[in-house]
């Protein structure tokens, strides 16, 4: 079992839609999570970071972590054909050093 | 400030060859992470350098290796291709390498093993 999972989708909807994504974990030791967003040919770029449990809002984008489920999400309200893009969950421990662990991303399709 | 740059952009090896990655982090950043991108497996982390040392290796044989230079610039190597290597490699920088720190991504190499 992978120590984080994430539906590869493709996911496809039309703009103006609420996009949900989501992962689960397995390694309770991890602290920080992070919601990357990747376009074609493009290497990843941070769009959400949060630390611990709870919300974390930032214009269209909302990122929640319940650590008790060992889930986190991220919602895309009023989705654009812009977002269209491979979404990657990441994670990491407090242990020292910097070793990050990415699911597989979700390939969305936002139609306009 | 300019962005994290890769080298080159393309490879194409055949079974058994070597081949070694350059990566350039953002100036002053002195944190250097490789990670090994395939459609199946996602983003695996290969190993991390910080001022010219390893600070922690994911699980990948010991064919993958790197290293970090006085200027934090790094190199990926990777020894007897397999048909399995092939893949989007990319680095990232951070300042400090630290948890909490944002790392930035390079648009990666993408190696083609034939």
Not at chain 1, 32 to 43: H, N, T, V
Not at chain 1, 69 to 75: A, N, Q, R
Not at chain 2, 21 to 46: A, K
């Amino acid at each position: 079992q992978k120590e984080v999972e994430q539906d590869p989708g493709p996911l496809s909807v039309p703009e103006g839609a609420i996009v949900s994504l989501n992962c689960t974990y397995s390694n309770s030791a991890f602290q920080y999570f992070m919601w990357y967003r990747q376009y074609s040919r493009k290497g990843p770029e941070l769009l959400m970071y949060t630390y611990s449990s709870g919300n974390k809002e930032d214009g269209r984008f909302t990122a929640q972590v319940d650590k008790s489920s060992k889930y986190i999400s991220l919602f895309i309200r009023d989705s654009q054909p812009s977002d269209s893009a491979t979404y990657l969950c990441a994670m990491s421990d407090d242990t020292g050093g910097f070793k990050t662990i990415f699911g597989a991303g979700t390939r969305l399709f936002v139609k306009a | 400030k300019a962005g994290v740059t890769q080298t080159p952009r393309y490879l194409i090896k055949t079974r058994g060859q070597q081949v070694t990655l350059s990566c350039s982090p953002i100036s002053g950043h002195r944190s250097v992470s490789w990670y090994q991108q395939t459609p199946g497996q996602g983003l695996q982390f290969l190993f991390e350098y910080f001022s010219e040392t390893q600070r922690n290796k994911g699980n990948f044989p010991g064919r993958f290796s790197g290293r970090q230079f006085s200027n934090s610039r790094s190199e990926m190597n990777v020894s007897t291709l397999e048909l399995g290597d092939s893949a989007l490699y990319l680095c990232a920088s951070s300042l400090r390498g630290t948890v909490g720190n944002e790392q930035f991504f390079g648009p990666g190499t993408r190696l083609t093993v034939l």
